[in-house]
Nanobody
Framework: QVHLVESGGGLVQAGGSLRLSCAASEIIRDFSFKAWYRQAPGEQRILVAS???????NYADFAKGRFTVSGDNAENTVYLQMDGLKPEDTAVYYC??????????WGHGTQVTVSS
């Protein structure tokens, strides 16, 4: 069973930056995409950004221009650089890796809190 572990969350002031990391417990050679989601209290989990195996990146509208998703295939990690953070970015952030054989792995989440 593959495990994903997120790190890098924390408390930051509005306008600040955080870099989230997600590491898999083993190499996943055939992934379809790696992604970051977030879930704020009382709300549904939503997509923040994803990176496909071919390198294409996709962003939610609120993330465009502020967040950057990247990945290291050799180390099986995925990162989310978040700049210009706003209080409304406060949420638990989850990483996800979906493979070509439709295995679907999720981390347990890391809390991001942005103070005004």
């Amino acid at each position: 069973q593959v495990h994903l572990v997120e790190s890098g969350g924390g408390l930051v002031q509005a306008g600040g930056s955080l870099r989230l990391s997600c590491a898999a417990s083993e190499i996943i050679r055939d992934f379809s995409f790696k992604a970051w989601y977030r879930q704020a209290p009382g709300e549904q989990r939503i997509l923040v950004a994803s990176i496909e195996s071919g390198g294409r990146r996709n962003y939610a509208d609120f993330a465009k221009g502020r967040f950057t998703v990247s990945g290291d295939n050799a180390e099986n990690t995925v990162y989310l650089q978040m700049d210009g953070l706003k209080p409304e970015d406060t949420a638990v952030y989850y990483c996800r890796i979906f493979t070509s054989i439709r295995a679907d792995y999720w981390g347990h989440g890391t809390q991001v809190t942005v103070s005004s």
